[in-house]
């Protein structure tokens, strides 16, 4: 399907692709991965025509439809709702549909004898143009269109009600998701991802993964998601150091091969530099020698050549570094814990709040994972927990010499750019107490990988791995014992992410995290607290426990124990049992027994409609286009858009039904 031929790109005098040559064939999975900067962003703007080659070519084999995300969506108009511009996905859908009702008015119009009246056009003219004009819609899914939109808006975070709001009003992010769902839902022959999940989150990043494994089209995914990598894609395209390498295997095998390749890299680079050596000390010793001149000059035309074709060591293995983390400062027990806590940004009579009735409590040395859709106050709770602002009733408490270290979704944002590695951390250095003395922190900023070299580089040139360690390093400057970490992921490739990884689950302080990367918070957490619509969830495990269980309890059956505070503190409300625990939730359960069978009642007869609406939906769309001589194409025409209504009106009533179960 795609094949590139020898493909060289340029910036300036950068260097970005020089002679890439790899293929993709059709209805495979690729993932695409590299340090950011390499070059994969370039790989997909050339596919999309947005990018002129300096040397080599892309052939693009049965011209596929292509789809991608745009980084800025704007509406049309002002007033254009979010369905209507996730519905102009398709391009030409609009057109099409339009002229198909011009034409069944116009046929119907012609009569049972025909005749020449609309454009000259006789009767069997316009049937044919129908026919085709009803293939192509037929082929861009246009009868179901509408459905795989909802569909596609409502896994990514949407509500129904937000369907029929402005597109303008929604936010950066939330665009993004709407341009993604857009994109999802046109079924494109060949789909381009762009790191889909860095405006998700977690609950969509797994709606998204299990979306694109019943895609069967050709993918090409650019992605630092393991999670989305593993499940998704089985050839890997590495690119680094201006090349792509393609690997004819899935993640995991790529992360072995590629060691072996640069192991072999890294031996003929060592051949090639002591080569180059011992002809640059000849030509050094022997060039101003008339006897040897000769001799001086064949050799420095070597090294030339050599200077040609010098290998390259792949950026990531350049910029590699560490992130050592210091033992945590003492503190008591308990960590943080929150009573009956509300919060809202609105200071009206009746205000919308983000979080109501909150009660959970955190102990030293866990590490939770803070989980839920987007908008349901996940930032908001680690800003309660760091100070930066505060409830407005209830209690939020830190604990016994509990110094929170908050790790904000903008830290990359608030590194001053102009400022050098070693005034960033001087400046965090001076209210610190736990480190003395230059020679201690300089110490420091070798810990978290910052060499001689490093430290007088202005921030605004640092990778992203190199930003977070930097922002890890100011953290710790300060000796915190609780990290809150909101997205600390986002700006990492494959490596920054494992070396984080890595780096957290040795430290042994206590820490709050959020984070869209379903490998990361799986290796990391040990405990999961879920923010829903109807309140706080806590699972005493971690990512594969939560999974697990999170359907089978009920929406409150965490809280009786969260809410009481320890040893029967504050609240006054003694601390359940386990047995006391297990009795209670089995009461419940058997109190939603009968609402539990009622909706699977529900279900199972919205899925027995929507099976014989499906039916008959083809039925009807195989006369459309199949016409028989007898075939009344607006009445035909009009029951299927009834059809579609009733799959419609099933399909919601599925939705609601399967969503209120999934919350018993």
């Known amino acids: 399907m795609l094949d590139f031929q020898n493909i060289s790109v340029r910036y300036g005098f950068q260097d970005v692709l020089t002679d890439v040559t790899f293929r993709v064939n059709k209805g495979e999975r690729v993932g695409v991965v590299g340090p950011n900067g390499s070059g994969k962003s370039t790989l997909f703007k050339i596919i999309l025509g947005e990018l002129s080659v300096d040397h080599g070519e ?15 969506p704007e509406p049309d108009t002002p007033e254009e709702t979010l369905l209507e511009y996730a519905l102009r996905g398709v391009p030409g859908f609009h057109e099409l549909e339009a002229r198909m009702h011009e034409l069944e008015a116009a046929i119907d119009d012609k009569g049972p004898n025909g005749g020449n009246g609309h454009g000259g056009l006789s009767k069997e003219q316009l049937l044919r143009e129908y026919g085709e004009v009803q293939t192509e819609f037929e082929h861009l899914g246009g009868y179901d269109l509408e459905t795989r939109v909802k569909v596609a808006l409502g896994g990514l ?58 895609y069967r089209g050709t993918l090409m995914l650019i992605s630092h998601d393991r999670y989305l990598l593993r499940t998704l894609t089985d050839i890997i395209v590495e690119v680094d150091a201006a090349t792509a390498t393609r690997y004819e295997g ?87 814990r929150c009573e009956h806590l509300f919060f809202t940004y609105e200071e009206t009579e009746n205000p919308r709040f983000v979080l109501r009735d909150v009660s959970f409590s955190i102990s030293r040395g866990d590490k939770v994972a803070l989980i839920g859709y987007n908008g349901l106050g996940k930032s908001t709770l ?187 503190g504050a609240s006054g409300a003694p601390r359940l049992s386990s047995k006391e625990l297990r009795q209670l939730r089995a009461a419940e359960r058997a109190k939603a027994a009968p609402r539990v069978k009622e909706l699977k009642r529900r279900v199972a007869v919205a899925e027995k409609k929507l099976e014989e609406l499906q039916a008959a939906l083809e039925k009807a769309s195989e006369e459309l286009f199949n016409p028989k001589p007898t075939t009344n194409f607006a009445e035909l025409n009009r029951e299927v858009q009834i059809i579609q209504c009733e799959i419609d009106r099933y399909t919601k009533e599925w939705e609601d039904a399967a969503m209120e179960l999934e919350g018993q």
Do not use: C
């Open 157 to 214: 975070g949407f509500t129904t009600e937000e369907f029929t709001h402005p597109f303008a009003s929604f936010s950066g992010g939330w665009r993004m998701r709407a341009e993604l769902s857009r994109v999802l839902a046109s079924e494109p022959d060949l789909l381009l991802l762009d790191e889909p999940s860095n405006y998700l989150d977690l609950p969509a990043v797994d709606w998204l993964q299990r979306y694109l494994r019943q």
């Open 382 to 568: 680690m800003r309660l927990i760091a100070g930066t602002r505060k409830p407005t009733s209830g209690k939020a408490i830190l604990g016994h010499n509990v110094v929170p270290g908050y790790l904000s979704q903008e830290f990359a944002e608030t590194i001053p750019p102009d400022l050098s590695v070693y005034r960033i951390a001087k400046n965090a250095w001076q209210g610190a107490t736990n480190i003395t003395g230059e020679k201690n922190f300089r110490n420091q900023l070798g810990a978290f990988g910052f060499d001689e070299n490093d430290v007088e580089k202005p921030a605004g040139v640092l990778s992203g791995g190199e930003k977070i360690r930097l922002a890890f390093l100011r953290l710790f400057l300060q000796a915190p014992n609780f990290l809150l970490l909101d997205e600390p992921t986002t700006h990492l490739d494959l490596d920054g992410r494992n070396l984080l990884q890595e780096a957290l689950g040795a430290y042994r302080g206590t820490i709050l995290l959020v984070s869209h990367d379903i490998e990361f918070v799986r290796a990391v957490a040990t405990s999961v607290i879920e923010i829903t619509r109807s309140g706080i969830r806590t699972f005493p495990g971690g990512y594969d426990y939560y999974m697990e269980k999170k359907d089978a309890l009920p929406v409150h059956a965490a809280e009786p124990v969260e809410a009481s505070a320890p040893d029967g």
């Open 250 to 336: 899935n993640l995991d095998w790529y992360l072995k091969e590629r060691e072996v390749r640069y192991q072999h890299l890294l031996a003929a680079k060592e051949n090639q530099d002591r080569h180059r050596e011992q002809l640059q000390r000849f030509v050094d010793r022997f060039r101003a020698q008339a006897t040897k001149a000769a001799q001086a000059q064949s050799r420095q035309k070597q090294i030339d050549k050599i200077d040609e074709a010098r290998i390259v060591l792949p950026k990531r293995y350049s910029r590699r570094g560490r992130l050592r983390l210091a033992e945590p400062p003492p503190s008591g027990i308990e960590m943080f």
């Open 58 to 72: 892309l052939i693009i084999e049965e011209k596929p439809r292509i789809g991608s995300t745009r980084q800025h």
